[in-house]
């Protein structure tokens, strides 16, 4: 059978070694043997393999077949083990002389029970990492990073790099030889629907190589900072960024890749990449809308400002018209009125400036497009606002309390549109009071803290509260020949100098408007004294004039 | 000028109501009724014309049609609502087509668009007073 040597160095070995008989007879086994299977050589000794594990006996003889024709049997058996559950065995047998003249069986046996549990589960976890590859809807590359790995580590080590980002952006030529040595393992089949070459033979092949075609020059800092965050143990990267097939063709696209510390050991990584064309064209098709809206809101404001110029500019014609006819009547007759046809051809001439002024003034309005900001006098703009509005005031029989600072402070602005600003709100405190037999139009320019504000107040009927909210609206008007643009065109103004315009009903009645603009200079930024202040914020409650008004009262 | 040989005393010629906020074309408005030979009667707002007494006596009376206040396709429906009244021809600076198939709609005479042709309204008032001036 076997010496005492033989037994002692078999009981060394790590595999259950077992001696049986060809009719299935155990012999001896091993220490490991006994390990796995429970009884004691001893035990062991003298009992029927079937018996004692359970196998049927066709089996061992479809194995001895196998034996004796090929010299050596293996095959995978579950045994019961010596702590209870089942086993899977590995075995090897031989043949070998059993020293009487017969043969026996050598039998080598392997516990790979755990082993192949762990490749099952390891199968599965494959199985199921490769299902989640090929199905995702995005593009997956699996990638070998191991070369720029090394590079990274050489260059360090020799002192080369001493911060990855300065280096990235100071050696561009670097990055792309990174990505040179960025080699492509696998990607799914969506990867080549979207880097491939469409009719290629084997498009898929075409991308099998460096990832340095896919990267565009100009998003070569994108590849740079996920190789920051790689080896600075971040988890993951992502980014938007443009990336370009094997063709050429570039495309916006959402570019992921994880760093699970597992593959990055392995020097691969995981690359995610989604598509972004159809939602960039969505954007940019969103975004051409909204530019064709504004158009339109244009167009429909030019439109609007065309009806507004044709109304203002007929009521001058208008009268010219009907004067002209009546001269002409008085001079037809048989002995022409001479003065009164003087008379009409006057008031001819000044409905024609009427007209011109009408004209001068929508210009303003609408000229200058850009506005030049410049320091320039609120105290001034009021004035010539006031000049400007001569005959709108004269006509309203209103009466005009001016009330400058003086200080004369200076804000950043146009003066042209500042003195526009000044005449619309001015315009609307004359509307808002129309045949008011006492209409009292207030003007003012104070400090408001680091500010200088313009107010303009009214003693008309005051804002009704639901209009408030819109006053500013572009087109909203609560009159009817009205277009609803001087206090749209204001607010755009002003806040086109970094100023706001409010409105407010004042408590004895009527509405204040008031502007405020930022100081020309921070020198003149403090506060201006109280009294000042108090007597314009409630000018209304207290008709006497201001302690110290630079402006007339006047009866226009 | 031949005197009159009737021995009635003469009645006294129509009078036609200008009603507009517009002071210079008001003024026109009264200066070439004149010149026209009408009487004539300005207002600078409906509410104005309805509380005066020339409500009364207006044989026509010529409106704008945008007015603060009361406009004047509203002062047409007043008139129509208290009945009996004269004939109104309604002016505007307005551009929009179809204003004069509104005013029509509403009972105007006619609409006329500002600057008003002279031929025009002479025609207007012809056609409201049934004959020439007085």
Redesign the interface.
Known sequence: MLSRAETEILDLVQEAVTLRTTDGRILWWNAAAQALYGPRPMRAAGRAAADLFGEPAEDDAAALAALRAEGAWRGERLRPGACGGPRLVALDWRLRPDGRGGEAILETGRDVTDARRDEAALRKSEHRYRNLFQAMAASFWELDFFPVGARLHALRKAGEIAAYPAYFDAHPDFVREMMRLTRVVDVNEQSVALFGRPGAPDPKAELMTSVEPFWPEASSPVYAASVVAAVSGELSYAAETRLRAIDGREFPALFTACFPPDTMNKGTLLVGIIDLSARVAAEAALAAMRAEQARAARVSLLGELA?GI???V??????????A??????LDRPEPEVA?AR??TR?IA??AH?AAEVIARIRGMVSGAAPAASPCSANAALRDAVAMLETEIR?AGARVALRLDPADPAVIADPVQLRQVAANLAQNAL?AM??RPQARLELGVRRAGDRVAIEVADDGPGIAPEHLPRLFDSFFTT???GMGMGLSITRGIVEAFGGTVRAANRPGGGACFTVELPPASAAGSAPFSAPFSAAVAAPAADPSPAPAPTGADRRA | MTPSSDPAPPLPAPLVAIVDDDPPFLDAMLGLMRALGWRSAGFASAESFLASPARAEAACIVSDLQMPGMDGLALLSRLARDGGAAPVILVTARTEPRLEDEARARGALCLLRKPVAPEALEACLARAMGAGPG
């Open positions: 009806a044709a109304h203002e007929n009521q001058p014609l208008a009268a010219i018209a009907a004067n006819a009546a001269g002409i009547r008085w009164e008379t009409l008031r000044a409905d009427r006509r509307q129309a045949g009159r009817a020949e």
